[in-house]
Nanobody, 127 residues
Framework: QVQLVESGGGSVQAGGSLRLSCAAS????????MGWFRQIPGKEREAVAV???????RYADSVKGRFTISRDNAENTLYLEMNSLKTEDTATYYC?????????????????????WGKGTLVTISS
């Protein structure tokens, strides 16, 4: 059974940093689409950063230059380093993973088609 468990969320002031982690069990990272999404109440879940199958990354325009996605295949852990945080980054952040060896939602940069989700970790940025 695949499980994705996020950690590292919390409350920080604008301009601060956080590092989110997503520990995967029952799952192999290699050559699969993985990424981070975020959602605020009443809004759709949006892609923040993804790893495509070829290892390339893609970021939402709103986080480019501030967030960095990385992973440790040996530890089956996905990370999201978030710097220069803004109040508009406040959201619940979710780890996402693909069941199959296809880019699908990584290419579309969309939550539609994601096979596995973590339960999320809340990030709150205060001014």
């Amino acid at each position: 059974q695949v499980q994705l468990v996020e950690s590292g969320g919390g409350s920080v002031q604008a301009g601060g940093s956080l590092r989110l982690s997503c520990a995967a069990s029952g799952y192999t990272f290699s050559r699969r689409c993985m990424g981070w999404f975020r959602q605020i109440p009443g809004k759709e879940r949006e892609a923040v950063a993804v790893f495509q199958r070829d290892g390339s990354t893609r970021y939402a325009d709103s986080v480019k230059g501030r967030f960095t996605i990385s992973r440790d295949n040996a530890e089956n852990t996905l990370y999201l380093e978030m710097n220069s945080l803004k109040t508009e980054d406040t959201a619940t952040y979710y780890c996402a993973a693909s069941r199959f060896y296809v880019d699908s939602w990584c290419s579309s940069f969309s939550a539609a088609g994601v096979d596995y989700w973590g339960k999320g970790t809340l990030v709150t940025i205060s001014s």
